[in-house]
């Protein structure tokens, strides 16, 4: 067969599987939260870009997050600012509700990203330590996936990612909180997607290796030389690669639920 003829043929089987080369957002809302920095600004940059409306949550990063809402605006991308502090229950239904009575009156994406560290061993581990990582990165998923859902299920559609983490996974040490908590997520959106799948609902976790961001700047270059040792390979993730997968799995994955998506260079199979 001719070259002319492979390409025909493509065309034609494009064509017929009605396959677009690419997909919009435009006319979804999504909720980032924990935007103002590291993978959430990434991923809110990306679904923007998509056509999607898109609110950037943030809960101390104001300046950052500031600086994200006028570059997404100066690209003619729009956007909204919603402060709030999603490991509270109450301003993370506050932070849905201002989405919701936003002038799109939607939620269609939700992404829970929020999350933070506080590293000590565990004989040494206080109760607040715990605490502050669980209700950040755990507890803000339940609250705000649960004040997001009435929406969705009313129209009949929602895209719900969580991040959760290698470490998640495999563990490490001195993060025995922010495993449990990652960990945690993976099975809670496990349950959620059988809950929700009736109704036109996905729900997914991407599970990040070590990623540049300013969190994991703090680690110092020893233990990070260590780390990036056990990669196959051989680097650290950049957000754009999470959030990549983010914005595949809210416009392409229209058949994908309940799965997590390790982005993690090789160093957990």
Same mark, same amino acid.
């Given at each position: 067969?001719?070259?002319?003829? +492979?390409?025909?043929? *493509?065309?034609?089987? +494009?064509?017929? !599987?009605?396959?677009?080369?690419?997909?919009?957002?435009? %006319?979804?809302?999504? !909720? +980032?939260?924990? #935007?103002?920095?590291?993978?959430?600004?990434?991923?809110?940059?990306?679904?923007?870009?998509? /056509?999607?409306?898109?609110?950037?949550?943030?809960?101390?990063? %104001?300046?950052? #997050? &500031?600086?994200?809402?006028?570059?997404?605006?100066?690209?003619?991308?729009?956007?909204?600012?919603?402060?709030?502090?999603?490991?509270?229950?109450?301003?993370?239904?506050?932070?849905?509700?201002?989405?919701?009575?936003?002038?799109?009156?939607?939620?269609?994406? !939700? $992404?829970?990203?929020? /999350? *933070? @560290?506080?590293?000590?061993?565990?004989?040494?581990?206080?109760?607040?330590?715990?605490?502050?990582? $669980?209700?950040?990165?755990?507890?803000?998923?339940?609250?705000? @996936?649960?004040?997001?859902?009435?929406?969705?299920?009313?129209?009949?559609?929602?895209?719900?990612?969580?991040?959760?983490?290698?470490?998640?996974?495999?563990?490490?040490?001195?993060?025995?909180?922010?495993?449990?908590?990652?960990?945690?997520?993976?099975?809670?959106?496990?349950?959620?997607?059988?809950?929700?799948?009736?109704?036109?609902? @996905?729900?997914?976790?991407?599970?990040?290796?070590?990623?540049?961001?300013?969190?994991?700047? /703090?680690?110092?270059?020893?233990?990070?030389?260590?780390?990036? /040792?056990? $990669?196959?390979?051989?680097?650290? &993730?950049?957000?754009?690669?999470?959030? &990549?997968?983010?914005?595949?799995? +809210? @416009?392409?994955?229209?058949?994908?639920?309940?799965?997590?998506?390790?982005?993690?260079?090789?160093?957990?199979?």
């Amino acid at each position: 067969m001719s070259t002319a003829s +492979v390409v025909d043929h *493509v065309n034609i089987a +494009v064509d017929q !599987l009605n396959i677009p080369t690419t997909k919009s957002l435009k %006319g979804k809302v999504a !909720l +980032v939260t924990g #935007a103002g920095r590291g993978i959430g600004r990434a991923i809110a940059i990306a679904l923007a870009s998509q /056509g999607a409306t898109v609110a950037i949550n943030y809960r101390t990063s %104001g300046e950052s #997050a &500031a600086s994200l809402h006028d570059a997404l605006q100066e690209a003619d991308l729009d956007c909204l600012l919603v402060q709030g502090d999603v490991s509270d229950q109450e301003d993370a239904r506050r932070v849905v509700k201002n989405v919701l009575d936003s002038p799109r009156k939607r939620l269609d994406i !939700l $992404i829970n990203n929020a /999350g *933070v @560290t506080r590293d000590k061993s565990m004989v040494k581990m206080v109760s607040d330590e715990w605490d502050h990582v $669980i209700n950040t990165n755990l507890n803000s998923n339940f609250y705000c @996936t649960s004040a997001a859902l009435p929406a969705m299920i009313e129209q009949k559609f929602g895209r719900i990612v969580s991040i959760s983490s290698v470490v998640g996974q495999a563990g490490a040490f001195g993060q025995a909180n922010y495993a449990a908590s990652k960990g945690a997520i993976i099975a809670f959106t496990k349950s959620l997607a059988l809950e929700v799948a009736k109704h036109n609902i @996905t729900a997914n976790t991407i599970a990040p290796g070590y990623t540049e961001t300013d969190m994991f700047a /703090g680690v110092s270059s020893e233990i990070r030389e260590k780390i990036r /040792g056990r $990669i196959p390979l051989g680097r650290f &993730a950049q957000p754009e690669e999470i959030a &990549a997968a983010v914005s595949f799995l +809210v @416009t392409y994955g229209d058949y994908i639920t309940g799965q997590q998506i390790n982005i993690n260079g090789g160093c957990y199979m």
